[in-house]
């Protein structure tokens, strides 16, 4: 594992999905899962997320998509919440689930605009 780009995972992993998030979950990992969680920061967040070439915002949309059309709706949920802090707009994100809708199917949509809604009104509840 390089430390550096492990460092530069860990900062842009905690920068989208929040700084407790992130070290909850290194801080919770055991002997079995830390391996993966280590490589997942250094692989995912520092090689890919820390690559300058897209702004974050441009890697959330992306995201969105990507992960709706994996089915993989935990993930999408916290990849939402990283979107809005990368500054994706709600106008933006509806945007997105219509393509979602289209591309990946009507369940999906369905299914994101579910959870858009909860995150939506709990962040209007702030």
């Not at 994100?93 to 858009?116: D, K, M, N, S, W």
């Amino acid at each position: 594992m390089s430390q550096e780009m492990f460092e530069k995972g860990k900062a842009m992993r905690s920068q989208v999905l929040g700084a407790d998030y992130v070290d909850n979950l290194l801080e919770n990992s055991d002997d079995f899962n830390l391996p993966f969680q280590e490589a997942v920061t250094e692989w995912c967040w520092g090689f890919v997320w820390g690559d300058e070439t897209l702004p974050p915002k441009t890697r959330s949309m992306l995201n969105l998509t990507m992960l709706a059309a994996l089915n993989r709706m935990t993930e999408w949920e916290l990849h939402l919440k990283g979107a809005i802090k990368n500054g994706v707009t709600q106008n933006e994100i509806r945007a997105i689930l219509h393509q979602i809708t289209v591309y990946c199917g009507a369940p999906a949509g369905v299914e994101c605009f579910r959870i858009a809604n909860r995150i939506f009104a709990e962040k209007n509840d702030q």
